[in-house]
């Protein structure tokens, strides 16, 4: 089945600084990979998602880059500011069934 | 208003007694899911269902039980709760390309 690593567990940026978040993924038939951010207390929000017939996807200050031959995809932040503190966790579906499959989870904090 | 629905957000009950999560969906999708969440921490899938009647273990194994009896509702049982059982729930659904998925607000339980 599919595994999903993310990566850092922690990172703490400055605002107005990027901030940057990647995950890697096992299974190669893999086409989904959606991006959640889960404020304290609250449920876990779809922010942005990409599918793998495109390489790069944008919406405002966020964006989400795939490499399919590296299995790998990023979260960029541009322009961070202190509501961006959330935890955010990255998700492939397994192309077994189509199970969405979680990272560990990046929490980030953006310090005024 | 199309959302899911979880209850109780808050339980806290004695050990052994026997529970049930409540799940319901009004968002029209065939796929729904049981994640296992403690505090900032990974989000684990520990029952998914693609429709009516069609049931499967995630990949955390868990002592309960799911149904899918109406596809709306998707209840989770614990027979005998444990203090090891203490974390967040939460419910997702999916539409049936098993694409974007949406949160319920989750239920926090507690056995003492």
């Known amino acids: 089945g599919e595994n999903v690593e993310q990566h850092p567990s922690t990172l703490s940026v400055q605002e107005g600084d990027s901030a940057v978040i990647k995950c890697t993924y096992s299974?190669?038939?893999?086409?989904?990979f959606p991006w959640y951010k889960q404020e304290l207390g609250k449920r876990p929000q779809l922010i942005i998602d990409i599918r793998s017939n495109v390489g790069e996807k944008k919406d405002q200050r966020i964006a989400v880059t795939l490499n399919k031959t590296a299995k790998h995809f990023s979260l960029h932040i541009t322009e961070t500011q202190p509501e961006d503190s959330a935890v955010y966790f990255c998700a492939a579906k397994d192309n077994q069934g189509g199970k969405l499959i979680f990272g560990q989870g990046t929490e980030l904090s953006v310090k005024p | 208003e199309a959302d899911i629905y979880q209850t109780p957000r808050y339980l806290v009950i004695g050990t052994g007694k026997k529970i049930t999560l409540e799940c319901s969906q009004t968002m029209g999708h065939d796929k729904m899911y049981w994640y296992q969440q403690d505090p900032g921490m990974e989000l684990h899938l520990i029952h998914y269902?693609?429709?009516?009647?069609?049931?499967e273990k995630g990949d955390l194994s868990s002592e309960s039980t799911v149904s899918r009896i109406r596809t709306e509702h998707f209840p989770l049982t614990l027979e005998s709760a444990r203090p090891s059982h203490t974390s967040q729930y939460l419910c997702?659904?999916?539409?049936?390309?098993?694409?974007?998925?949406?949160f319920g607000q989750g239920t926090r339980l507690t056995v003492v």
């Open positions: 997702a659904s999916s539409d049936i390309l098993g694409g974007k998925a949406f």
């Open positions: 269902s693609y429709g009516v009647n069609s049931t």
């Open positions: 299974d190669s038939a893999s086409n989904y």
